[in-house]
Every structure is written in C-alpha cells, then in structure tokens.
C-alpha cells in the first residue's frame, strides 16, 4: 500500500544518515509519531513564529504527582493533539503517577487516513 500521503519530514531527534551524510527523514506512521512527540515536548512559546504551538503539561513540571495533576495532563495532551496534528483522532489518554516518582502517559490515537490505531508511551519526570 502507498502510504506517501501520511507524510514525510526529517527525523527527530535530528540528525544525518551515515552512508551518505544527507539529513536523516522520517515517513508515514514513524513521522507521525515523531510530530506528536515533537508537539508534547515543546512549551507553549518557545516557537517565535507560533507561540501558540506545543503542549501546557509543562505548566505542571512541579505540581504533585496525584491523579488531579494527572488529568489534567491527559487534557492538555488531548487538547494540543487535537489542534496540532490533524492526521490523528484521539482515541484515549491515560496518565497515572509512576512508582518512579513521575507521570506516565499513555496516548492512544488512530491515524485518520488508515484507521490505524498507535500508542505512545510518554514518562514525565518528576
């Protein structure tokens, strides 16, 4: 199946492929996954030219790790997917304090044009 209509970008984390020293890309479901971690990492603001773009979890680096922090971390998740990357529909996000003192966040989204369901496990540190 073609699938060149999901999309293609550089890598992230950045960097060059080794045979031939040109820019590492990322494609399809990869490149998909790589946007969404891309909009979760980043604060609201740190873009100069779309500082509206990124996620608000940030805002909780140091809020306790109880289960009102951890919903409204699933919100914010939420609420950036939906506006930043069109390509997915949200299915579910769960986010729960880990015994290792942080939050983890499970993202469970289906990519539209495929009805391919994803899951993206993201630990915040705490």
């Not at 080794?18 to 609201?44: H, K």
């Not at 790790?65 to 699933?74: F, P, V």
């Not at 290792?100 to 009805?115: A, F, Q």
């Amino acid at each position: 199946m073609e699938k060149e209509f999901l999309g293609r970008g550089w890598r992230f984390p950045f960097g060059f492929q080794a045979s031939n020293g040109a820019v590492a890309m990322s494609e399809y479901e990869a490149n998909i996954r790589e946007c969404v971690t891309i909009i979760l990492g980043t604060r609201p603001g740190e873009r100069q030219m779309m500082p509206d773009f990124g996620c608000r979890i940030h805002e909780l680096m140091f809020s306790p790790d109880t289960r009102a922090t951890s919903s409204l971390i699933a919100h914010y998740v939420e609420e950036a997917l939906i506006r930043w990357e069109p390509r997915v529909e949200v299915t579910k996000v769960d986010a729960f304090p880990d015994r290792t003192g942080g939050i983890r966040v499970l993202v469970h989204y289906r990519i539209k044009s495929t009805e391919e369901l994803q899951e993206l496990t993201l630990m915040l540190a705490g």
